[in-house]
């Protein structure tokens, strides 16, 4: 059985999620979207091994067979679990089905490796073909309508990127950028050429997000400077003070507030105008005053902030990470107001932004959350402070992003160790865990260097 491996780990193989800790993300992620009940069931290292290896008498349990047949859709368990080489299906060569007790109703061909190899070829083909043969008609003018579905697919992934799990955006998100840098890599008209480059700024945002938000600060960092010279390039001020607020994120969540005012000072110094993105950016300098407990600095940013968004184009101002909404104003409020010890003012804040965002973003709404109860905290309501926060970590649509875990820890930390009001609290906290960065970057076939093509 040694020199013998399964389609399971033929499969995994090609999307480089052969590790358990890389199956058991994945695994987890699927399970989420059949019953969030089944998330963290996932096969223990042993039975993992088993898997790939054939070594199998019973069929897994029922719900290890419906995450592994949503994860890989056409393939009975039956097939991805029996055991196969290469070369191995010769005329007259037994059969390597695995033969469980209810075989009987598995009467399917089990694949074997060449087999499976020439279908996850034509899987590549499938994926990629749709795009490679229009940039074959782009190759000297890129077409009004794909400019078009580029830029309507950046925007979508930029709203959907605060609705799912970030990660499960990489492949479509890979996809699309492999496209804009090649269309980039030809002679195109000069208008033409700068709509990609502010497509390829935006999906580089979202990229970005997605990283920070699997706990990849750095990588997440080379993105958005990859936007910021993209966004450059088509001289797109509104997309490079984007991909400066993004920049502002991992200082603003690593208790670096003076790292995030000297970011974007020098240029709120010298802005002019009204856009989402500089109403943005004097929201993340009004937090970094008040966590420096400059309450004078901090009123001063955060009625600039609301002040700039009221004269934004209504049409600028609209769900997603590539723009700014009165919501997340008023969340930022909420935030610094608890930050300063203002109860009062978070709680009103807490309200006005809650009242208005939707309910299915999986992480603002538990930050609003955090913000109230942090304020609560300080003013020693630990009771009604826990059970704020229990919420917004129970919540179905939290997911555990960084961002979520770091304000989570902080609340925690104003706690005292023990007591009957956080025993609830610390038993939600417990579930919640930070991502792990390498778990992301095993899962996909996406590469560091991939933003360098960018800039």
């Not at 020439?118 to 190759?139: I, K, V």
């Not at 970005?208 to 990859?226: C, D, I, Q, Y």
């Not at 209504?314 to 930022?332: C, K, M, N, T, W």
């Amino acid at each position: 059985m040694s020199s013998r491996h399964t389609l399971l780990k033929a499969l995994l193989q090609k999307r480089h999620q052969e590790t358990h800790r890389a199956f058991c993300w994945e695994y987890d992620k699927v399970a989420r979207s059949i019953d969030r009940n089944l998330i963290g069931s996932s096969p223990s290292r042993e039975a993992f091994g088993r898997w790939l290896k054939g070594d199998l008498k019973t069929k897994p349990r029922p719900d290890h067979c419906r995450v592994l047949e949503r994860m890989f859709p056409g393939h009975t368990v039956a097939e991805l679990l029996a055991p196969y080489d290469p070369g191995r299906k010769a005329p007259g060569a037994a059969d390597t089905r695995l033969n469980f007790p209810e075989a009987t109703t598995n009467r399917r061909e089990v694949f074997h490796l060449g087999a499976a190899a020439m279908a996850l070829t034509l899987t590549e083909t499938l994926t990629r073909g749709p795009d490679l043969l229009e940039q074959a008609f782009d190759s000297t003018t890129v077409g009004a309508n794909r400019l078009s579905y580029l830029e309507t697919e950046a925007d979508r992934l930029g709203r959907q990127v605060e609705k799912v799990q970030p990660a499960s955006l990489l492949p479509e998100l890979a996809l699309h950028l492999a496209g804009i840098r090649e269309l980039l890599a030809q002679r195109q008209p000069i208008a033409a050429q700068r709509r990609l480059a502010m497509i390829g700024s935006k999906l580089s945002i979202v990229v970005g997000e997605v990283l920070f938000s699997g706990n990849h600060f750095t990588l997440a960092n080379r993105w958005w400077m990859a936007a910021a010279r993209a966004a450059d390039e088509a001289g797109a001020r509104h997309l490079s003070d984007l991909a400066l607020t993004s920049a502002a994120l991992a200082p603003t969540y690593s208790g670096n507030p003076r790292g995030v005012l000297a970011l974007v000072t020098p240029r709120l110094e010298q802005a002019t105008g009204a856009t989402p993105a500089l109403a943005w950016l004097w929201g993340l300098a009004a937090l970094a005053h008040a966590n420096l407990g400059d309450r004078a600095a901090f009123e001063r940013a955060i009625n600039s902030s609301r002040i700039t968004l009221d004269r934004c184009a209504p049409d600028s101002v609209h769900p997603g990470i590539l723009s700014f909404q009165p919501e997340r104003h008023a969340f930022y409020e909420a935030r610094g107001r608890a930050d300063l010890g203002d109860v009062l003012g978070a709680g009103a804040a807490t309200n006005r932004a809650l009242a208005v965002y939707d309910p299915t973003v999986s992480s603002d709404p538990a930050l609003v959350r955090f913000a109230h109860a942090t304020a609560l905290a300080k003013a020693y309501e630990i009771e009604e402070a826990c059970r704020i926060a229990t919420a917004a970590v129970r919540d179905p649509h939290t997911l555990p992003v960084i961002s979520v875990v770091v304000r989570a820890h902080e609340f925690d930390r104003l706690l005292a160790r023990s007591g009957s009001a956080t025993v609830e609290w610390r038993e939600a906290l417990a579930d919640l865990r930070a991502p792990d960065p390498e778990v992301l970057l095993g899962s996909y076939p996406f590469r560091a260097r991939s933003s360098d093509a960018m800039a």
